[in-house]
């Protein structure tokens, strides 16, 4: 049986959350671009509507959600607000690495303020000299009694000037590679921990930057899972962000399209709607219907991380063309709107720098064809 269609209750909070989208999200998100501002209340907003909780567990504050009904909630918040869509991402992705595998004292401790908005938690694993090849990072964290002792510097990483706690990857067995690698809840106020934010061209209320760890000083406890199986942790969650980044771009760019669309009914040249010349109306149904082939390929993807099969090449394929379209969808329609477009009165440019950065975050076009080359070409192939 194929069955495209979603759950009575999936089409209700798809309502609530395009209500609120429009109403409350919509007109404010230039503003915290403008203002540099990460806005923290609707951080708790979302957690008052059940989004930042989805991939939690009822026990510890969330809905425990499928993946599915996570998607719908990143198209529809990247409607409203791209840049918010990090809650959905980042809760998603940290919310079922921390249910997953952290012990219990860590997970009462910190999902129900993920779940509820109260905390923001980041994830770290880039570093200077070490990002799409990740297994190739050099922080460390050496056992020492009760605690672990982590050095090093983590770079471009979100969050992390507001974030109230990272899950940082440091190696724990250098000699190992990629298989030495563990995870560690930290808390940002721990001594020797310190961040600094960048200037970036977009996502700007995100606070992107770097993350600076001087012999700090974590409780054993605070390891999440097993030691030396932190890369194995983190590719698996990337397996649902890579889903969730495409859904939340093509959120973005169906808004942007959508707006484009009653422009260019409107605005007249040579005596005609702009729509009535195939010039202007065949590039809005190229990208209309490439965005919607990645939105199904997005769905695909969640339901088949739902239903327990293998999804790591669906989900590389979303990451890689989402975003891509999307930015290509929004330049178009930028240019369609002739040179308000072009102007901040729009939100049309802060979404294409917005949605450019997640071209890059959560691994870069090349990175996902590797995945994708390495399952249908063969893994005796791949570069690594
Ligand atoms: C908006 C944004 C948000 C981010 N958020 C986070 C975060 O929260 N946490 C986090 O840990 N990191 C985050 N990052 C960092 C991001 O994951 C890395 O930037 C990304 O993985 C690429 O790594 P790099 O920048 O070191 O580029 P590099 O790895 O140096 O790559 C540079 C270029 O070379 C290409 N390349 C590299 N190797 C190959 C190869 N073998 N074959 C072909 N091409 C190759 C890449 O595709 C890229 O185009 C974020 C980045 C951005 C822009």
């Known amino acids: 049986m194929v069955d495209f269609s979603f759950t009575d209750e999936q089409q209700q909070f798809r309502k609530i959350l395009q209500d609120f989208a429009k109403e409350e999200l919509l007109p404010n998100y230039t503003k915290w671009d403008r203002e540099n501002i990460t806005p923290r209340h609707l951080w708790r907003k979302l957690g008052e509507l059940g989004v930042n909780g989805l991939r939690i567990p009822e026990e510890y504050g969330g809905s425990g959600a499928d993946c599915v009904t996570t998607g719908i909630a ?38 129900p303020q993920i779940a509820s908005g109260e905390k923001i938690v980041g994830i770290a694993i880039t570093e200077p000299s070490a990002g799409t090849d990740a297994g190739g990072i050099t922080s460390t964290a050496v056992r020492n009694g009760d605690y672990y002792i982590l050095n090093g510097e983590k770079s471009g990483i979100s969050v992390a000037t507001c974030g109230d706690a990272f899950l940082i990857f440091a190696k724990t067995d250098p000699s190992k590679g990629n298989r030495g690698i563990s995870a560690f809840l930290v808390p940002s106020n721990l001594d020797g921990l310190s961040t600094k934010g960048y200037e970036d061209m977009g996502n700007i ?43 939340q771009c093509v959120g ?18 040579f005596g005609k709607p702009l729509a009535t010349y195939q010039g202007v109306a065949f590039p809005i149904v190229t990208h209309h219907t490439q965005l919607e082939l990645i939105k199904w390929q997005a769905y695909r993807g969640l339901w088949l991380r739902d239903h327990g099969f293998n999804h790591s090449r669906v989900s590389s394929t979303v990451k890689w063309l989402g975003p891509k379209y999307s930015v290509d969808a929004i330049h178009e329609c930028l240019l369609l709107n002739g040179h308000y477009g072009y102007t901040k009165e729009m939100p049309l440019e802060q979404r294409l720098r917005d949605v450019i950065g997640l071209e ?17 070409i063969g893994k005796e192939y791949r570069c690594y």
């Open 205 to 247: 209320p995100v606070g992107r930057g770097s993350i600076y760890m001087h012999d700090v000083k974590i409780p054993a406890s605070y390891l999440v899972g097993e030691e030396n199986k932190g890369f194995s942790q983190v590719m698996n969650g990337f397996d649902l962000s890579r889903l969730l980044i495409g859904l």
């Open 74 to 111: 990143a198209e529809e918040i990247g409607r409203g607000d791209f840049n918010l869509t990090y809650a959905v991402m980042l809760n998603g992705l940290v919310g079922e690495i921390l249910a997953q595998h952290a012990n219990s004292y860590i997970k009462n401790e910190c999902l």
């Open 252 to 269: 973005a760019a169906m808004q942007s399209i959508e707006e484009t669309i009653e422009h260019v009914k409107i605005r007249h040249s």
């Open 360 to 376: 890059i975050g959560d691994g870069t076009a090349q990175a996902n064809q590797m995945v994708i080359a390495k399952e249908i």
